[in-house]
């Protein structure tokens, strides 16, 4: 009787730990790695147009994929502010601190299912976590170091949620890291999709980007996806951001959609 009670203790145990992130594979990176989720990227040729800046200002020259890996604990250097792993045993960094105009995007699209119903609204949710660090060295802000963060719904360009911002961007409450690097503290998204969400695909994207000119450097840790609350750990203070910041139009995300596809296809054909 006592192992009958073990084991189905430890089968709900995997199945709770198995839903925590039921909307995106390994949507907390604890299997050590990138698993799940797709890696592209290439070069910043700088914004289009003028602030205020979109993802449908986003431009990317093709080439490899950028950086990108898994780190578990400890701080960062040029952010003191930020402690590592933001929740469970691993953090993604998205980009890193090596100079080249260089820019990577961490992608995954998924279906929202009833697993993903936060029982205090009866709505499905999708939440996140996500701290930029970057380099302000105070070009023009098209050549600025950047971070974009965009969920959409696959099906009608929807945006259920976005952010955006270069370094060193009026209003946006940058803190001092060290030298001319300037972060945010990890900030919680949550998403509350309207119930119609159900059985419908969303797709996550993440972009971390250097400076166009070359010299300086820009990325953003993402952890903890999922319809779940992202629970304590590192990190240092968070901010929640609950009401989704208003979407961009489906032009934008229509070309943005197209940007990214062309992107991946050019980096597949030359690894082939």
């Given at each position: 009787m006592?192992?009958?009670?073990?084991l189905i203790?430890?089968?709900?145990m995997l199945?709770?730990?198995?839903?925590?992130?039921?909307i995106?594979?390994?949507?907390?990176?604890?299997?050590?790695?990138l698993?799940?989720?797709?890696i592209?990227?290439?070069?910043?040729?700088?914004?289009?147009?003028?602030?205020?800046?979109?993802g449908?200002?986003?431009?990317?020259?093709?080439?490899?994929?950028g950086p990108?890996?898994v780190?578990?604990?400890g701080?960062?250097?040029r952010a003191p502010?930020?402690?590592?792993?933001?929740?469970?045993?691993?953090?993604?960094?998205i980009?890193?601190e090596?100079?080249?105009?260089?820019?990577?995007?961490l992608?995954?699209?998924d279906?929202?299912?009833a697993?993903?119903?936060?029982?205090a609204d009866?709505?499905p949710?999708l939440?996140f976590s996500?701290?930029p660090v970057?380099?302000?060295p105070?070009?023009?802000?098209?050549?600025?170091p950047?971070?974009?963060?965009?969920?959409?719904?696959?099906?009608d360009?929807?945006?259920?949620f976005?952010?955006?911002a270069?370094?060193?961007q009026?209003?946006?409450?940058?803190?001092?890291?060290?030298?001319?690097w300037k972060?945010?503290?990890f900030?919680?998204?949550?998403?509350v999709?309207?119930?119609s969400?159900?059985g419908?695909?969303?797709?996550?994207?993440?972009?971390?980007?250097?400076?166009?000119?070359?010299?300086?450097?820009g990325y953003?840790y993402?952890?903890g996806?999922?319809?779940?609350?992202?629970?304590?750990?590192?990190?240092?203070?968070?901010?929640?951001?609950?009401?989704?910041?208003?979407a961009?139009?489906?032009?934008?995300?229509?070309?943005?959609a197209?940007?990214?596809?062309?992107?991946?296809?050019?980096?597949w054909?030359?690894?082939?």
């Open positions: 006592r192992h009958r009670i073990r203790a430890a089968v709900s199945a709770c730990a198995g839903s925590s992130h039921a995106f594979t390994n949507g907390g990176f604890e299997q050590n790695s698993a799940g989720w797709t592209g990227g290439g070069y910043n040729p700088g914004l289009n147009g003028t602030p205020p800046f979109t449908a200002s986003v431009q990317i020259t093709p080439g490899a994929a990108a890996s780190v578990g604990a701080a960062d250097p502010g930020i402690s590592l792993p933001r929740v469970g045993q691993y953090t993604a960094k980009n890193d090596a100079t080249g105009s260089r820019l990577t995007t992608s995954q699209t279906t929202v299912t697993a993903d119903v936060d029982p009866s709505l949710h939440r996500f701290a970057l380099d302000d105070a070009h023009q802000p098209n050549e600025q950047y971070f974009y963060v965009v969920v959409r719904n696959v099906a360009n929807s945006v259920l976005e952010q955006f270069y370094s060193g009026p209003g946006v409450t940058f803190q001092q890291g060290t030298g001319s972060y945010l503290p900030q919680n998204v949550d998403a999709l309207p119930a969400a159900i419908q695909q969303v797709e996550l994207t993440v972009i971390g980007a250097d400076c166009s000119l070359s010299g300086h450097a953003v993402v952890d996806f999922g319809s779940a609350q992202v629970g304590g750990g590192g990190g240092g203070p968070q901010q929640q951001a609950r009401v989704p910041v208003p961009l139009d489906r032009l934008g995300m229509l070309l943005m197209a940007l990214l596809a062309a992107t991946g296809l050019l980096a054909r030359r690894g082939g």
